[in-house]
């Protein structure tokens, strides 16, 4: 393993970002086109259809505020729950085909466990979590999302039996202060600050901590949006701007829908000076980040390399999260063939995870095996914990 310099650059802005990581002679840092993707600053700053507005939202002088609105409303659970139906059976209706064709599509996780089991049988297990709504509930106070005990003495008895990673869209201290847990990896502001656990892991191959930013050249960029963020949006009720590192984000699950015309065009009014900035969506949330290739997806191949299973056929990787932001990595899973992706929702969405969990139907019983038995715990876990979310 050496260490290498990977400089990610575009040739129309005056931005490179120098990253020094520690990388084996591997697909993930080459050129050439094969899988896992190359280096995610290859091509330099990402290019973002406006066609895909209510998906990936991005500043520019042509943007409308009134989309901005529209997809605030859209992802917001009052008006999800108002216009979908829920993925749990009702006594009161008769299933919707609409629902009925989601859910064949996107089966629960528990419905389909044994055949989760036969597929990993044989091969090394690896889980990647989201935060916020998928570990813990979405709060009204983004710093009060705390998980439970149960759920972490849950991921506890995870991660000693897989490599386990938390990937949030949280900066990386603050993720870690919630989990509590050094056994880990975790991957905070959308994967672009990836830490390893301190003393190692009996999952990877050689001493080098892992330790990766791919977005260092940023953060006084970012710092500076964040205050003139926090000075802007003062005057606006509820509003709550949370530095991330990496990224900015504006919660405005608290503010009055009637002021989000007005939220948004703050927001707009401050971006439209940092245009190697872009905005995106969440669940009540806008966050604002570089304009770089990496997501949640790349982090996942990052640390499958980083482990050393990044070309293995043997590998079988998990991917569980709630948010529009997790897409990238379940997209991700579903390219390379490999493990799956688990959606935590009530409502049916638009999604590339291949099953799901909802509200549970029935009793089920503990499988013998202790591997089987974790899973199951663990997928029950989440299956229960969603059932108490707002």
Known sequence: ??????????????????????????????????????????????????????HNLEIGCGTRVNAWVDSMRASS????????????????????????????????????????????????IVMFLDYDGTLSPIVEDPDRAFMSKSMRATVRKVARHFPTAIVSGRCRDKVHSFVKLEELY??????????????????????????????????????QVYKALVEKTKSTPGAKVE???????????????????????????????????????????????????????????FLLEALGFANCTDVFPVYIGDDRTDEDAFKILRDRGQGFGILVSKFPTDTSASYSLQEPAEARTLPNS?????????????YFFKCLLI
């Open 370 to 382: 202790w591997t089987s038995m974790v899973f199951f715990f663990f997928f029950f876990q989440l």
């Open 243 to 301: 530095n991330n590192k990496f990224c900015v984000s504006v919660h405005y699950r608290c503010v009055d829908e009637k002021k989000w015309i007005e939220l948004a065009h703050q927001v707009k009014s401050v971006l439209k000076e940092f245009p190697k900035l872009r905005l995106t969506q969440g669940r009540k949330v806008l966050e604002i980040r570089p304009t770089i290739k990496w997501d949640k997806g790349k982090a996942l191949e």
């Open 77 to 124: 659970p009052t008006h999800i729950k108002s216009t979908l139906p829920s993925l749990a059976p009702s006594k009161s209706a008769p299933p919707l085909s609409a629902q009925s064709s989601w859910i064949s599509r996107h089966p629960s996780a528990l419905d389909m466990f044994e055949q989760i089991i036969k597929a990993s049988k044989g091969k090394q």
């Open 1 to 54: 393993m050496t260490k290498q310099n990977v400089v990610l650059s575009d040739t129309t802005s005056t931005i490179n970002m120098a990253i020094t990581v520690a990388v084996t002679n591997s697909p993930f840092f080459t050129t050439t086109a094969q899988k896992p993707p190359a280096a995610p600053g290859q091509g330099g700053y990402i290019t973002i259809s406006r066609n895909s507005i209510m």
């Open 186 to 223: 975790y991957a905070g502001s959308h994967g672009m600050d990836i830490k390893g656990p301190a003393k190692g892991s009996k999952y990877k191959k050689g001493s080098q901590p892992v330790f990766f930013q791919a977005a260092s050249e940023f953060l006084p960029m970012i710092d």
